[in-house]
């Protein structure tokens, strides 16, 4: 009986351990590299939704704004200080907005008056070709620039008022949500400034 089922389960149960105490040591050693570039990536994320910053400061959630008494939409999921020579200089939020494809993650770079620095999409399943272009530059430059007080707008037409945005050739759908994820982003900003 001990050759028949003790034995080979007393071996099994040594292999185990040890395959358990390998993998331990293993995540042990690269934890720490993993953590660091996963925040040097972040870094890189922020730096293209506001070039002029050289710092952000550690995320609020979501959360965490709502219980400072900050009116954050269901939309908006971190907020970032994005600093220049050790003073703050503006926000980056973290947002997402459903899109065709999904969830559309962008990060909006917001300056103290409003400006909107930059938009950089960060992930989404939009359509290659079509919804996907909402990422281009073509289509996210057209947000750089004075906010405006409401919201923007979406049009199918060349805009002729300054919040208005073009849509992408049939991906109205896309370009909305982009639009969207932009104006909680600066709702949230004029939140935190007392409705400027």
Do not use: W
Not at 53 to 76: C, V
Not at 173 to 196: E, N, P
């Amino acid at each position: 009986m001990f050759k028949d089922i003790i034995k080979p389960s007393l071996i099994l149960f040594l292999v185990c351990a040890f395959v358990t105490g390998a993998l331990a040591y293993v995540n042990g050693v690269t934890k720490p590299i993993i953590d660091e570039n996963a925040r040097i990536a972040e870094q890189e994320n922020l730096k293209s939704a506001y070039i002029d910053a050289d710092n952000f400061q550690d995320p609020k959630t979501a959360d965490l704004l709502k219980s400072e008494g900050i009116d954050a939409g269901d939309a908006i999921e971190k907020l970032y200080i994005a600093q220049k020579d050790g003073k703050s200089i503006g926000y980056v939020v973290a947002v997402s907005s459903s899109g065709y494809g999904g969830k559309i993650k962008m990060l909006v770079g917001i300056d103290n008056d409003f400006n909107i620095k930059g938009v950089s999409l960060i992930s989404h399943k939009e359509t290659p070709g079509l919804g996907a272009k909402a990422s281009e530059p073509n289509f996210t430059d057209q947000f750089l620039g004075k906010a405006p007080e409401k919201t923007f707008n979406v049009v199918k037409r060349v805009p002729n008022d300054e919040n208005e945005i073009q849509a992408i050739t049939a991906a109205t759908v896309s370009s909305k949500a982009v639009t969207r994820g932009i104006d909680d982003a600066v709702a949230l900003i004029r939140s935190m400034a007392g409705g400027v």
